[in-house]
Antibody, heavy 121, light 107 residues
Framework: VQVVESGGGLVQPGGSLRLSCTVSGFTFSNFEMNWVRQAPGKGLKTGLEWLSRISTTGNNIYYADSVRGRFTVSRDNAKNSLYLVMNNLRVDDTAMYYC???????????WGQGTLVTVSS | DIQMTQSPSSLSASVGDRVTISCRAS??????LNWYQQKPGKAPKLLIYGALRLQPGVPSRFSGRGSGTDFTLTISTLEPEDFATYYCQQSETTPRTFGQGTKVEIE
């Protein structure tokens, strides 16, 4: 199993960015997928924050309150790819963004290495 | 949203020690409780799912217990590679919330 995120970078507040997650080694269309982020640095705010989950067909998508209305998740099963479009980015969206496969138990059993998003002027 | 609270936030231990980390949910999550290990600069790694089921490939010194609102992760004999941050996560409801983490440091 391989999960690889890409698309991170430096963006100004209010800007947009599109992250991609490409997988191999398993049948992508059989698994729900998630986005999780982790703020950099030290202290209590560096924990893991679940952002979104998308069903196998893409017909059902769930978002955390913190990103609903600004972030949009989609998938292309033919390309074994998951996407996260982030609009109206804020400084506190700065984080490492991970793509994670959903296990039947609801746990996340395979993760990518992450892609870093920095929102700064 | 279900709040997950871990204790302690950090602990110091020595190789060979027995370590127990607690996780409490603000409401029942049944057995939908998972544990992850994260090392600096790396993605989290699933250790235990369903409160007590060991993910394939995870050493048997890791074990999980609990149901409802109170859970524990135990490392029976701490090895050098176990120094890391551990997170619990509930998967009973969406959003799938995480605890704040417990950092296991070398004493």
């Amino acid at each position: 199993v391989q999960v690889v995120e890409s698309g991170g970078g430096l963006v100004q507040p209010g800007g947009s960015l599109r992250l991609s997650c490409t997988v191999s080694g398993f049948t992508f269309s059989n698994f729900e997928m998630n986005w999780v982020r982790q703020a950099p640095g030290k202290g209590l705010k560096t924990g893991l924050e679940w952002l979104s989950r998308i069903s196998t067909t893409g017909n059902n998508i769930y978002y955390a309150d913190s990103v609903r209305g600004r972030f949009t998740v989609s998938r292309d099963n033919a390309k074994n790819s998951l996407y996260l479009v982030m609009n109206n980015l804020r400084v506190d969206d700065t984080a490492m963004y991970y793509c994670a496969r959903d296990h039947s138990s609801g746990s996340f059993d395979d993760w990518g290495q992450g892609t870093l998003v920095t929102v700064s002027s | 949203d279900i709040q997950m609270t871990q204790s302690p936030s950090s602990l110091s231990a020595s190789v060979g020690d027995r370590v127990t980390i607690s996780c409490r949910a603000s409401q029942s999550v049944g057995s939908y409780l998972n544990w992850y290990q994260q090392k600096p600069g790396k993605a989290p790694k699933l250790l235990i799912y369903g409160a007590l089921r060991l993910q394939p490939g995870v050493p048997s010194r890791f074990s999980g217990r609990g149901s409802g609102t109170d859970f524990t992760l135990t490392i029976s004999t701490l090895e050098p590679e176990d120094f890391a941050t551990y997170y619990c996560q509930q998967s009973e409801t969406t959003p799938r919330t995480f605890g704040q983490g417990t950092k296991v440091e070398i004493e």
